[in-house]
């Protein structure tokens, strides 16, 4: 090799800016390795952990310090990657301690679903960080393989195999159209870099790149489940393992986000408004879908939805919003709440389920208040954060977002948002409902074992919804 | 051949493996029509790069490894699939709606 | 920090630490003895770090606030917590903090029946209660008073379906937090308008004009929804499901005036805005007469008062409307002793009657003379016979309407004020006069607990009027009692009014009068369109999204070339749960987006 190349490849700068990448990617490796020693299962879990720590440690070296470009810059390290890296690890961290006992029947392929999760999480970390078609599909790819599996992963059941045949044939497809976007736009401007799109700005306007920007969009569009690519998530989310569902619903929605935003600067400025009546629908079809759910999986994954919709009113705006940086940090601010309030959700029912030994529905959780006071205060908190109620993360996003879209002028769409997520007090308030004022359901078997990890893992998402509903002073001045 | 024909010949490649995609009933015949699509792309990058320079043929190569482990899972899955349910058409799998 | 400063956050903070106590030591809250000793004693903390504080300002003193900084971005401050205080803000904590001290020492007699859970869960409830009211009055800025006001409701909503076994009081618990909830997107709204043109949160902020009507219109349609202003008042009835006490609280005197607040606190917001005032002086109008018709024909006593109560504060809003934020707030203050006590004494008549049903009353004032002297003071006041609290406040609301509007507010809230003391001596004359029924035979006055916070409540019943002037000098503003033709025409209504009441009930019958009156109830009309709205309107839309899910989509799929899906497939739910489907809208999504992208 060329020893200038690899001057310039393998620098400290190379290192920190690709640390977190760096650390879940050993991790994985050391996972792998460790397969082959039956006598050293037991480091598996440090290991994983490990790996963990190291990713949030190296992210946090970025935080705040000045934005690094690596690889001839397809491939960037500043504060809003971190922060977003940091999500990622959560995310993971998240579905991993819900995770755990929760496959009986599977209990011996632990290592396998440990080592996907953490691939998963690399990519998520490499989607964030690209300024390039390329190392984003690299990324795109490294997180949607796992997931596949993982989806798959109860492999006795039919539900989840299912679930896995879906999420792939839909994913690929959804891969195979990036792609084809990736290749058009490469034809239509001679380049596949961001800074590059920049530079040639005139050439986006050309049919054939506008075809291929459109193709992208539409497949980062189903990653974060927007209408009318949201048809899988019902299906996908109810069918996976739950703790997968955990992982999914809070990490692949903000790994595209992540990306969506640097790129939507592309987009033509005219786009803004076909963005938010795609938003203000997919909230629609979102909120108006949970609604009529009886599975609490299922009614999730729809609320999942419409947060996603929220969340693209913000990108709707992005153009013409005066504050830099306003969209960027309403997106990042609402998906961390997100990310803690429906990864609490889903760990809390992943907890019931576990315990039940079948799915929980609304009429299954009637009289919870009265049983585990504790399991139902948490997921009612969770239930009012998502509808966004003052003092909760919820809140303070949803405001967010709304004020990014009056900023931009787009009042009339703030204002059917604002009226549309009231709609979804109606499903959350019917949870609350069946928990704290109904007769108890006789037929829920009581806990076994107590799960303290789990439990404080919950404990945790709603320290972490709190936080940032009362104090998100310190997040909000930090993140950009 | 010009960059014009590769690409509406790539459009057209990509076009069969979506039709393919909404008509076939087993999973292994949607699987090629993905692998269709991903091939069209690799097409656009090659030939445009070939004409025009860039890093398109990096590209094609970079696709066609990752497509390859995406093919992998998905036949593992495909695998599962016909275990557990007997048969391999991907529409008979449809428990989950409404 | 400053003392006044330091009062108010004991005031806020006492009730915060009980509540949080009684939630972090679920064994003291299950004790339930425990748990009403340390809500009452934070309450009582709170009374007297409020009390100090309004006794400790001069009247015209400044406002005094101590802000820390909550949201910042950058090196920019977007809102601040703290507390401010100024006459308003204290004279209202001394309210809350009084009547809320009243109901809880009343509670502990009324609830004396519940299990121990119950009875510790209700005290933890008041105690949050407390804690979110008094961070709503010492608010610095519209954003951490609307915090405070999403947590009272949350309290509101947790207290009325504190009976939750009861299917009514959980319904009526979704029902207000529904209704409400809907009325404060218009002030999230109104918060987020009004942030993004001034740049700050403060009541002092100033819009432009258009804006600033902009504004305060949303943050009145919260107002509505909180104060139980027409159309948006029937939860209110509905809530009366609670413990009685907590209706004395909280949808009596204190939280329902929260949103009569909010306007008296935004006042120099209101005023760049005369329109929202021209609407909020025929809400509050309309409100205020159609309430009291709706309460003339009540049979249960606390819908009797819960009418009454959206009737008063349809006063309130009609002065806010009117330009005078005092006549508002001082109602609001009068409003807030006489309510409590009416709810009380009714809550002590239930209590020893064992039903809410004036049919089952009547000739209390023999077993319960107490409390029927409590009562009557509250009827006289509410009515507004002359020398009572009500008078004075009721009077200058009045007045100040006089000439608006080419007089029909004005007309309306006379016309009010006859068939408010007409409907306050229906309940007196039915419930504690003429022969008593089976129940009412066995009726005993309770303990000290229960007649000691209708004492202490009777007393500024009577006599707050007279401190008007005073409680206008404290919150800078004047007020002089005046004795015009307003007050006059006033005063002989209300007179006339029980007189009528006395003559048409005091033979212990009802009348055709009400007969033909309950005929026309037209509470039950707008229940009816609510329900229409909300469970059919929804279910209808999510019907019309399934519908064209399954037959316009798919019948739209067929259409554009995409026939080659076999025959079956053509009428069918998007979401089939077939791989296939999911990808033809995907497919569909993509076009549309690339022509859209290409086209335009």
Known sequence: ?480 | ?98 | MTTPALLAVIAVCAPAAAALLLVLAPALRRQGAPAAVACIAASLASLGAALALALGRSPGEPAVRHVVPWLQAGSRTIAEVGVHVDGISAAMLVVVTLVALCVQVFSVAYMRGEARRGFGRYFAYHALFLFSMNLLVVAPNLLQLFVGWELVGLASYLLIGFYFAKPSAARAAVKAFWMTKLADMGILVGLVVLFVSTGSFEWTATPEPAVATAVTLLLFLGVMGKSAQFPLHVWLPDAMEGPTPVSALLHAATMVAAGVFLVVRAHPLFELAPTTGDVMLWVGAVTAAFAAGLALVQTDIKKVLAYSTCSQLGYMVAALGAGSAFAGFFHLGTHACFKALLFLAAGSVIHAVHSNELAEMGGLRRRMPLTAVAFGIGVLSLAGVPGLAGFFSKDLILTELEGRAGWVPWALLLLTAFATAFYMGRVFVLAFLGAPSARAGHAHEAGLAMTGPLIVLAVPSAVAGFFGGGLAAYVGASYEPHFGLTPLLASTLALAGIVAAVLVYGRGREVAFADALRRLDRAGAVDRAWKLLYSSALLWLSGVLGWFDRYVIDGLMNATGFATLEAGSAVRVVQTGRVRDYALAVVAGAILLSLWGVLS
Not at chain 1, 410 to 429: H, N, P, T
């Open chain 2, 1 to 98: 051949m010009t960059l014009e024909n590769c690409i509406l010949l790539a459009t057209l490649l990509f076009a069969i493996g979506v039709y393919g995609l909404l008509t076939r009933r087993q999973a292994v015949a949607m699987l090629l029509c993905v692998e269709l699509m991903l091939n069209a792309s690799n097409l656009v990058f090659v030939a445009f790069a070939r004409h025009a320079g860039g890093p398109g043929q990096i590209l094609a190569m970079f696709a066609l490894a990752i497509t390859v482990a995406e093919v992998a899972v998905g036949l593992a899955i495909v695998l599962l699939l016909y275990r557990r349910h007997g048969h391999t058409a991907v529409d008979a799998a449809s428990e989950a709606r409404e």
């Open chain 1, 1 to 480: 090799m060329n020893p200038d190349i690899a001057q310039r490849i393998l620098s400290q700068a190379t290192l920190d800016a690709s640390g977190p990448f760096l650390a879940l990617a050993l991790g994985v490796l050391v996972l792998v390795f460790l397969e082959l020693l039956p006598a050293l299962a037991a480091l598996r879990q440090i290991v994983f952990l490990g790996s963990l720590a190291a990713a949030a440690w190296a992210a946090t070296r970025t935080l705040f310090g000045p934005e690094i470009a690596a690889f001839e810059g397809t491939y960037v390290a500043n504060s809003t990657t971190s922060w977003w890296a940091l999500l990622f690890v959560a995310s993971a961290l998240i579905a991993w301690i819900f995770g755990r006992r929760y496959y009986r029947d599977e209990a011996r392929f632990e290592g396998e679903h440990d080592i996907l999760l953490l691939t998963a999480a690399s990519g998520m970390v490499l989607m964030a960080g690209s300024r390039d078609l390329l190392v984003f599909f690299v990324g795109l790819e490294t997180l949607s393989v796992p997931l596949y599996a993982l989806s798959g992963f109860r492999r006795a059941r039919r539900e989840s195999v299912e679930a896995g045949l879906k999420y792939f044939v839909l994913g690929a497809f959804a891969a195979a159209i990036y792609l084809m976007g990736a290749a058009l736009l490469y034809a239509g401007t001679g380049t596949i870099a961001l800074a590059g799109f920049q530079e040639r700005s005139e050439l986006l306007e050309t049919p054939l790149a506008l075809t291929g920007l459109a193709l992208i969009a539409a497949s980062l569009f189903f990653k974060i489940s927007v209408f009318p690519f949201h048809l899988w998530v019902p299906d996908v989310y109810q069918g996976a393992p739950s703790p997968v569902t955990t992982f999914m619903a809070t990490g692949t929605k903000a790994a595209a986000f992540a990306f969506l935003l640097p790129l939507s600067f592309a987009l033509p400025p005219e786009s803004a408004g076909l963005v938010a009546a795609i938003a203000l629908i997919t909230m629609a079809a979102g909120n108006l879908g949970a609604l009529v759910q009886t599975d609490m999986k299922r009614l999730l994954a729809y609320s999942g939805v419409a947060h996603a919709g929220t969340m693209l009113l913000a990108l709707a705006g992005m153009h013409a919003d005066p504050e830099s940086g306003g969209a960027s940090q309403a997106v990042l601010f609402y998906m961390a709440a997100y990310t803690f309030t429906a990864g609490g959700a889903f760990g809390l029912l992943t907890m019931l389920e576990t315990q039940g030994g079948r799915p929980v529905t609304i009429d299954g959780l009637r009289g919870l208040a009265r049983q585990r006071p504790g399991v139902a205060a948490a997921l009612a908190l969770f239930m009012l954060s998502l509808g966004g109620i003052p003092a909760t993360g919820g809140f303070l996003g949803k405001y967010l977002v709304f004020s990014v879209a009056v900023r931009a002028d787009m009042i009339a769409a703030a204002v059917v948002g604002v009226l549309i997520s009231v709609v979804a007090l109606g499903y959350y308030l019917r949870i609350i409902v069946a928990m704290y004022m109904q007769p108890e359901d006789a037929t829920r078997p009581v806990p076994a074992e107590s799960r303290p990890l789990s439990s404080a893992m919950a404990l945790a998402c709603a320290a972490m919804v709190l936080v940032l509903g009362v104090l998100p002073g310190w997040f909000l001045a930090n993140v950009r």
